[in-house]
C-alpha cells in the first residue's frame, strides 16, 4: 500500500466542545460513500485511556466496523481526525500506524504453519532472527499455542486460530490492538471461554484495545467502557454499569438488556427524580433527568425505563382480581405467557385490563410459578424506574 492515502473533504459538523483527551482519539470522525444517503459515520468523538478495552457496540450497519476500519487506516475519514499519543495518525497509511488488527475471519495464511503466521508482521519489517524467534515464542506463550508452533493452520480449531491470530497482532508490539467481532465465528461455549482469555492477554499486555461487537454480553462481560452507536453515531460511552443501569435515550436501553419503556406525563419532581404518570401504574420517581441538570417541565411526555428483572411477582391476593395499577412500586395484572430460559422464567403481564404489558423475568426455583391467566402482583424497588427520555421542554 502507498505512502499517499486518498484525499479527505473536512466537512464535519460545527464542534461545540474541545476534543475529548486520551491515548487513543477519534475527533469528529465522519465517513460518507459515494451515491449513499447520509452517512455511515457521523461525526464520532472518543477517547481510549491507554491499556483499557473500549467495546463498540451496535445493531449491523451502524457503522462501528467502519470505525475500526478508519481507526486502522484501511478505510480513509470523510472529515475528522485520528491521533494516538497526541501524534496525528489520520493520513498515515497502515504499515505506519503501529496498531495490531484481527479481523473476523482471523486471515491467517493457510499454505504457513503457526510460527510463521505469527512472524509474518515481524518479517514484513525484517527483524532479526535471534530476536524474531524470541518473540514469536513469546507471543505463543501469552496465547498458550507455543507447543503447536508447528501446525499448520487447517489442523487447528476455531479458538486456536482465532489465538493465532491475535498473537500475530501482538507480536510486532503494537500502541492499539483492533479487533472486529472475532468470536462470531464460534460456538457459544468457546466463545464464552475466548472472552476470558482476550480480557486476560489484554489486561497482561497492557495494550490499548478496540473491540466491535453486537453482542451485549460480550461488551458488557469485556469492556472497561462500552459505545453504543447507532445509524453511524454515538448513543452512550460510559462504563458497563452505566450504560445498563442508567442509560440515557431510549435505544440504548432497548439494545443493552431488555427494558419496558414505558410514555407518560411529568407531573412534578422530588429530589434528583422526575414524577411521571404512567397509564395503569400510577405516578413513579424516575431517576436520570437529562445530563445537563436541568429539570423536565411538568406537562411534557417522558419515557421511562423499567428492567424486567426488577420486577417481582406474587400471586394476587383472593378476590383483589385485576385492578389497575397501585401507584409507584407495584401494580396487579394477568400473567399473559410464562417460557422456561434455563436460569429465569420470562413471563409476560398485561396490567389491569387493558394497561400495558410488561416484561417480567425471575429467577427459575427461586419463586413459585405462574401460568397463563394467572392473577398476580407486581413489585418493584421505587428506585427501579429510569428516566430515559423527556420532551425539549426544561425548567
Known amino acids: 500500500m502507498g505512502d499517499t492515502a486518498p484525499p479527505r473533504h473536512d466537512t464535519a459538523p460545527v464542534r461545540h466542545d474541545p476534543a475529548p483527551a486520551g491515548h487513543l482519539v477519534l475527533d469528529g470522525l465522519v ?6 444517503d447520509g452517512a455511515a459515520v457521523r ?32 478505510v ?10 497526541g501524534r496525528d495518525l489520520t493520513d498515515t497509511p ?13 486471515a491467517l495464511f493457510p499454505h504457513l504453519d503457526v510460527a ?29 499455542l507455543g507447543p ?68 451485549q454480553q460480550e461488551a458488557l462481560s469485556m469492556a472497561d467502557s462500552v459505545a453504543v452507536m447507532n445509524q453511524g453515531r454515538i448513543e452512550q460511552v460510559g462504563t458497563p454499569e452505566d450504560v445498563y443501569e442508567r442509560p440515557e435515550r431510549p435505544f440504548v436501553a432497548r439494545f443493552v438488556g431488555r427494558a419496558n419503556l414505558l410514555d407518560g406525563t411529568v407531573t412534578g419532581h422530588t429530589g434528583d427524580t422526575t414524577e411521571v404518570a404512567l397509564p395503569g401504574l400510577g405516578t413513579v420517581a424516575a431517576a436520570g433527568d437529562r445530563a445537563t441538570g436541568a429539570r423536565t417541565a411538568t406537562g411534557r411526555t417522558a419515557t421511562v425505563m423499567l428492567r424486567p428483572h426488577r420486577i417481582a411477582l406474587a400471586a394476587a391476593a383472593p378476590g383483589a382480581g ?7 412500586g407495584g401494580a396487579r395484572g394477568t400473567v399473559l405467557s410464562a417460557g422456561y430460559a434455563g436460569e429465569t422464567v420470562a413471563y ?31 413489585s418493584w424497588d421505587p428506585a427501579a424506574p429510569r428516566l430515559v427520555s423527556a420532551g425539549e421542554g426544561t425548567e
Open 322 to 328: 385485576s385492578g389497575s395499577g397501585t401507584g409507584s
Open 31 to 36: 465517513k460518507t460513500y459515494p451515491g449513499k
Open 348 to 378: 409476560r403481564v398485561r396490567v389491569g385490563d387493558s394497561g400495558p404489558v410488561l416484561d417480567v423475568e425471575q429467577p427459575t426455583g427461586t419463586r413459585e410459578s405462574y401460568g397463563p391467566g394467572t392473577e398476580v402482583e407486581l
Open 76 to 85: 480513509p475519514p470523510t472529515a475528522g481526525r485520528i491521533s494516538v499519543d
Open 148 to 215: 503447536l508452533a508447528g501446525r499448520r493452520i487447517a489442523q487447528l480449531s476455531g479458538g486456536q486460530q482465532q489465538r493465532v491470530a491475535l498473537a500475530r497482532a501482538l507480536v510486532v508490539g503494537p500502541a492499539v490492538l483492533l479487533l472486529d467481532e472475532p468470536l462470531s465465528n464460534l460456538d457459544a461455549q468457546l466463545r464464552a471461554a475466548m472472552r476470558d482469555e482476550i480480557v486476560r492477554i489484554q489486561r497482561e499486555t497492557g495494550v490499548t484495545t478496540v473491540f466491535v461487537t453486537h453482542d
Open 94 to 106: 497502515v504499515h505506519r500506524r503501529d496498531m495490531g488488527v484481527v479481523f473476523q475471519s482471523y
Open 43 to 74: 461525526g464520532v468523538d472518543l477517547a481510549v485511556e491507554r491499556g483499557r478495552l473500549l467495546a463498540l457496540l451496535g445493531p449491523s450497519g451502524c457503522g462501528k466496523s467502519t470505525t475500526l476500519r478508519m481507526i486502522a487506516g484501511l
Open 116 to 144: 510463521r503466521n505469527v512472524a509474518f508482521g515481524l518479517e514484513m519489517r525484517k527483524t532479526p532472527k535471534a530476536e524474531l524467534k524470541r518473540r514469536v515464542g513469546e507471543a505463543l506463550d501469552l496465547v498458550r
